[in-house]
């Protein structure tokens, strides 16, 4: 993954490894709703409340720190009778359906189940979150409520909730109480106040600093409204949050915005329909907007922040519908681009941005992760995305604009990243505190030789020579748009150079596949590993072993029947529970989908695609987790999910999309005016996608694929400017 790994169940972290996700519990037993915007997200459990209990997650956080930790609704002093709950397709509101349990006085039933309908709406809009209790009496006489909401703020950094330990913290101001609102605050060692208001309306009948009582008479087909606002308050901020029918209206009028003018699919098949809008969704809900632009954040709840390498590569799944954001993230990570050494961040000029993260913790330099650089593949991918929106979107202008920060990379990987002179990319860790592996692998046992034994760095992985082969070519086509040949034939040279001294050192014939990796001694990695499948997506594959080493990644012992394990189930390390030693990753399974596609293989990417999709249909709301475990698929039974992946997660949505093009052998070129098809396929149980208002340098088309049989039909149904479609079979 491209963040700190969480909990491994086989090969658990040290206590105290900042990387590590304490699991004191297990969190799959616990359905959980999460909602996010922007720098704010929250997560629930199914009844909407924000309790103690799982990993501990639960609460409303904004900026690394968690501003409410405790949202409890009571009814007549104990929990209402659950009835159902879920995210709105456009995951912009929670809503719950609760009712009274029976309730009993002097023997008899007084308001039997089902007589109070509980309706409770909770959405995030900007620092606030906005909460509304509407309770409606569905019974022949008056019913007396009484109603009590209690509530907490421990401001705790998103890493002690992940289970760092300090030793020291700041301390809580005195509760602000008044008749209708509650402020909570806490000045942390970093010298910031972080205030918490809670705002009500009606006034409570009765307010403290923890809980709020409302004693409400309910006649029969009456309804009362309880309204609550949620402002997390940074140093200085006093601006009152609107109440909930205001706020309503502007997530609603932004929903109307990003329809109009969007590309969207829509399918024939209901199920794969609804894939297709809960990972469009997810998308959309894991963007924030910043100055530079929108940025997929990563995921929810450990990483809502930007990172460099998921960024990315989210960014390159929706390339072709969404182009927006590769344009926000090459905008963000160019501003944040390394331009000194500095060993605590794993700096170097030139470097892409791994994570950076706003909390008090890191603010305090208590772990390195505030702006750190820890990651071989970014700066490679930064180069190969700059590339790709170039000519998605014939963008020259912008091209030219980051086109110092695309030689500054590209400077990186000559100066820093081939750290002993041998052509290939290697990474090792400048500060204790670091990631000890560097690639999307990057928990503390990610990388071993076939025995079992670790890996001693400086470590070469193969999906990163991949990388800098194809940022090579990326950078060489923006050369040429540039107007600089002779740098565009210099870069090519050295892609084809790189290609030769990789497919010497990596290609393992006996196992037909590329080594993970090679050591600090030269010494190849023989894994059989997803790795090797990222050398399909970045082109370094020669295609006399492309179709060997894909046919190989979906063998039994690879393919679970859901998707491509991280590691194969004949490998010394492999444990389908292990993070990254056996379990699937939609992203993963994606970028290899894709791979195959473009070396023609189209019946490989509808087989992974076909295995994602079917895990997709089992797990919540029908959204893509960052991982599930690898376990062979049974029939008749789903997935078995992971204890704490996260979800929604950016590239694990993206991947949906990614897949689909792979299937369909999809490309889109600003630069040629032009949309086209490869061999496109869809599997047996989809006859038709819709694609609508699919954006090519100012012109737009509107396409309906069709399947018959083996082949694909593709139907222009409007086109508005010059663009042409091309089907090539």
């Known amino acids: 993954m491209a963040e700190h790994h969480p909990t491994d169940p086989a090969h658990p972290s040290p206590a105290g490894d900042p990387h590590h996700v304490l699991a004191a519990a297990g969190a799959t037993d616990d359905r959980t709703r999460v909602l996010k915007h922007n720098d704010a997200f929250a997560v629930f459990d199914h009844l909407g409340n924000i309790r103690p209990g799982g990993l501990g997650e639960q609460g409303l956080y904004h900026d690394g720190t968690r501003h409410l930790s405790c949202l409890i609704l009571e009814l007549d002093g104990q929990p209402p009778f659950y009835l159902g709950s879920t995210i709105r397709d456009e995951n912009d509101q929670l809503s719950v359906a609760l009712t009274n349990p029976d309730r009993l006085r002097d023997g008899r039933i007084e308001a039997p189940l089902g007589t109070l309908h509980l309706a409770v709406r909770t959405f995030l809009r900007e620092k606030a979150c906005h909460w509304q209790l509407r309770i409606r009496n569905h019974g022949p006489a008056p019913v007396d409520a009484s109603i009590l909401l209690r509530f907490r703020a421990d401001f705790a950094d998103i890493f002690e909730v992940r289970g760092m330990r300090r030793e020291a913290r700041g301390r809580d101001l005195p509760p602000e109480v008044s008749a209708d609102r509650v402020v909570l605050g806490y000045i942390g060692l970093d010298g910031r106040t972080r205030r918490t208001l809670l705002r009500f309306a009606p006034h409570p009948d009765r307010l403290t600093e923890d809980r709020a009582r409302f004693e409400r008479s309910v006649g029969?087909?009456?309804?009362?409204?309880?309204?609550?606002?949620?402002?997390?308050?940074?140093?200085?901020?006093?601006?009152?949050?609107?109440?909930?029918?205001?706020?309503?209206?502007?997530?609603?009028?932004?929903?109307?915005?990003?329809?109009?003018?969007?590309?969207?699919?829509?399918?024939?098949?209901g199920r794969f329909d609804a894939w297709i809008r809960r990972a469009e969704s997810d998308v959309h809900?894991?963007?924030?907007?910043?100055?530079?632009g929108p940025y997929p954040y990563a995921g929810v709840p450990w990483f809502n922040t930007p990172f460099g390498r998921d960024g990315i590569i989210t960014a390159l799944q929706c390339l072709w519908l969404r182009p927006d954001l590769a344009r926000g993230v090459l905008g963000y990570l160019a501003a944040t681009q390394a331009v000194d050494e500095d060993p605590g961040q794993d700096a170097e000029p030139g470097k892409i941005l791994h994570e950076t993260r706003n909390g008090e913790m890191a603010a305090l330099g208590e772990m390195p992760f505030g702006r750190y650089y820890g990651s071989v593949d970014a700066t490679p991918l930064f180069v190969l995305l700059a590339g790709a929106y170039y000519e998605r979107t014939a963008d020259r202008a912008f091209a030219a604009a980051i086109r110092p920060n695309v030689e500054a990379a590209l400077s990186w990987i000559d100066r820093y990243g081939d750290r002993d002179?041998?052509?290939?990319?290697?990474?090792?860790?400048?500060?204790?505190?670091?990631?000890?592996?560097?690639?999307?692998?990057?928990?503390?046992?990610?990388?071993?030789?076939a025995d079992g034994t670790p890996a001693i760095g400086p470590i070469a992985l193969c999906e990163v020579q991949a990388y800098v082969y194809a940022a090579l070519r990326a950078g060489a086509v923006l050369a040429r748009a540039l107007g600089t040949p002779d740098r565009a034939a210099e870069l090519d040279l050295r892609a084809d150079r790189l290609r030769e001294r990789f497919e010497a050192a990596f290609w393992c014939d006996d196992l037909g596949t590329y080594a993970l990796a090679l050591d600090g001694d030269k010494r190849p990695c023989?894994?059989?590993?997803?790795?090797?499948?990222?050398?399909?997506?970045?082109?370094?594959?020669?295609?006399e072993r492309a179709a060997r080493l894909a046919r190989g990644l979906t063998s039994p012992d690879s393919f679970s029947g859901w998707g491509v394990r991280t590691l194969a189930a004949t490998e010394a390390r492999y444990n389908p529970m292990s993070y990254h030693n056996g379990t699937v990753w939609p992203h993963d399974n994606s970028l290899i989908a894709y791979g195959a596609a473009r070396y023609g293989l189209q019946e490989i990417a509808v087989q992974v695609m076909e295995g994602i999709f079917a895990a997709g249909t089992y797990f919540d709301l029908n959204r893509m987790p960052e991982l599930f475990c690898g376990f062979d698929r049974i029939q008749g039974e789903g997935p078995i999910p992971y204890p704490v992946a996260c979800a929604p997660q950016a590239w694990a949505a993206g991947s949906v999309f990614l897949l689909l093009?792979?299937?369909?052998?999809?490309?889109?070129?600003?630069?040629?005016?032009?949309?086209?098809?490869?061999?496109?396929?869809?599997?047996?149980?989809?006859?038709?996608?819709?694609?609508?208002?699919?954006?090519?340098?100012?012109?737009?088309?509107?396409?309906?694929?069709?399947?018959?049989?083996?082949?694909?039909?593709?139907?222009?149904?409007?086109?508005?400017?010059?663009?042409?479609?091309?089907?090539?079979?």
């Not at 809900?285 to 530079?292: F, G, I, N």
């Open 285 to 292: 809900m894991m963007t924030s907007d910043l100055p530079t």
């Open 421 to 449: 002179g041998d052509g290939f990319i290697e990474y090792e860790r400048r500060t204790a505190d670091g990631l000890i592996h560097q690639g999307w692998k990057d928990s503390d046992d990610a990388v071993s030789h």
């Open 220 to 269: 029969p087909h009456e309804e009362v409204a309880i309204e609550l606002a949620i402002a997390c308050r940074g140093e200085g901020e006093e601006a009152e949050p609107p109440w909930f029918a205001e706020a309503r209206a502007t997530v609603e009028a932004a929903s109307e915005r990003l329809k109009t003018g969007s590309c969207r699919l829509r399918a024939s098949d």
């Open 661 to 729: 093009q792979a299937c369909l052998g999809l490309g889109v070129s600003g630069v040629e005016r032009q949309v086209w098809f490869h061999r496109p396929q869809l599997p047996s149980f989809l006859p038709e996608v819709r694609i609508t208002d699919l954006s090519v340098a100012g012109s737009t088309v509107d396409l309906l694929l069709v399947r018959h049989g083996d082949d694909v039909g593709v139907n222009v149904l409007r086109r508005v400017g010059d663009v042409s479609v091309v089907v090539a079979k």
């Open 526 to 543: 023989r894994i059989r590993s997803s790795n090797a499948g990222h050398c399909l997506f970045g082109g370094i594959a020669s295609p």
